[in-house]
């Protein structure tokens, strides 16, 4: 396990299980290259293969990440069209590799209104990762939205327990998050102050991380220093420290 340079002593045993990330700042990455929109996201899907291998490197056990969001169908299709190509890729590269990388792929999010294309993928990516288990999972958001997933979550419990009590439990195995732990650490790049929709109901007590770096220009020493800065929280929950 590679050494954690920025962590302070006995902080390994504060390390997240989960680590969140909104991946923020792609478009302007590009435009201060005065490249394409597009550039960006390429650049961005980069970064998120590099930290996504460092994340379980260091032996966390989920990293999620916000890909697109139920409001992103605003930007143009060219925009649109570029994301879910570089969606695609990734997609066709784990169907390839997961089990030989051991990081295993679940997609987050509606993925009703995606293509028939992406949807097969999905299947089979899901197929791969069912097979796959104690390792690694890397949570990918796609047309997720926090308000969104709450909405659906109610209607399956309602259909899927006509009778049943709505209880917080109940509603949290009704997620797409069900069976993941809610994450620890929420880190949002790009110099933005805002969640934007992303995992609404599992953020109740997650630490969060702002960091002005751009997405594309992260680091695995960025994620360093977020578990650092995690490491000094006190997680009180509603309690007092004693
Ligand atoms: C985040 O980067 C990626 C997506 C929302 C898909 P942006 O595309 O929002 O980048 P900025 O915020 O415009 O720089
Ligand atoms: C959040 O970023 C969504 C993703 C990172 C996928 P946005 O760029 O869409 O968020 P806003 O518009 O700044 O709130
Ligand atoms: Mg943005």
Redesign the pocket.
């Known amino acids: 396990m590679p050494e954690l340079t920025t962590t302070p002593a006995g902080a390994a045993a504060k390390l997240p299980r989960h680590i969140a990330a909104?991946?923020?700042?792609?478009?302007?990455?590009?435009?201060l290259r005065g490249l394409p929109?597009s550039a960006?996201?390429a650049a961005?899907a980069e970064t998120f293969r590099r930290i996504a291998t460092y994340c379980r490197d260091l032996g966390l056990e989920h990293f999620t990440v916000?890909?697109?969001?139920t409001e992103?169908w605003k930007?143009s299709a060219d925009?649109v069209d570029a994301?879910m190509g570089l969606l695609k890729k990734y997609l066709l590269e784990s169907i390839e590799k997961m089990e030989r990388d051991r990081i295993r792929l679940k997609i987050l999010g509606d993925t009703s209104a995606l293509s028939g294309e992406l949807r097969e993928l999905i299947d089979a990516t899901d197929a791969i990762a069912r097979r796959l288990s104690g390792c690694f999972q890397a949570n990918v958001c796609l047309n997720y939205g926090g308000r969104d997933e709450i909405v659906r979550a109610v209607k399956r419990f309602c259909s899927e327990h006509p009778a049943g009590e709505l209880t917080e439990r109940a509603l949290s195995d009704s997620l797409d998050t069900a069976g993941i732990p809610d994450p620890d650490l929420i880190i949002r790049t790009?110099g933005?102050y805002r969640l934007s929709n992303f995992l609404l109901w599992e953020s109740a007590y997650s630490e969060l991380v702002f960091s002005d770096v751009?997405?594309p220009d992260f680091t695995p020493e960025d994620i360093d220093a977020a578990i650092a800065e995690f490491a000094r929280r006190d997680r009180r929950y509603g309690g007092v420290t004693s």
Request: glycine share 20%; aromatic share 16%; no cysteine.
């Open positions: 909104i991946m923020d700042g792609n478009g302007r990455w590009a435009r929109r960006g996201h961005g916000y890909a697109f969001s992103n930007r925009e994301i790009g933005e751009l997405w």
